[in-house]
């Protein structure tokens, strides 16, 4: 059973910053995947916020291009994404996702609370 772990969400004042980490246990990143980051605010749906493939190819949602960065280090099976100049709009619960191609597959995190004052 493939578990991942999220850490480093929290409280960040308009402007800051935050770098979300999803430790994957086994080693799932080896396996051909996309791995992704998903967020849902109160009363909406989830949402992709970044994805990344086993090849490096990226994809932003329109509302954080330029401000937030995904990234993967396969040999540690960790998925990071960096989170800069946060705005109120960007609070939510954040969710990161491994996507296996064979099968179909989907494990998601327990959810990380990232908030953002204004």
């Known amino acids: 059973q493939v578990q991942l772990v999220e850490s480093g969400g929290g409280l960040v004042q308009a402007g800051g910053s935050l770098r979300l980490s999803c430790a994957a246990s086994?080693?799932?990143?080896?396996?051909?995947?996309?791995v992704g980051w998903y967020r849902q605010a109160p009363g909406k749906q989830r949402q992709l916020v970044a994805s990344i493939t086993s090849g490096g190819r990226t994809n932003y949602a329109d509302s954080v291009k330029g401000r937030f960065t995904i990234s993967r280090d396969n040999a540690k099976n960790t998925m990071y994404l960096q989170m800069n100049s946060l705005k109120p709009e960007d609070t939510a619960v954040y969710y990161c996702?491994?996507?296996?191609?064979?099968?179909?597959?989907?494990?998601w995190g327990q959810g990380t609370q990232v908030t953002v004052s204004s």
């Open positions: 086994g080693s799932i990143f080896s396996i051909i995947n996309t």
């Open positions: 996702n491994v996507h296996l191609l064979v099968g179909g597959y989907d494990y």
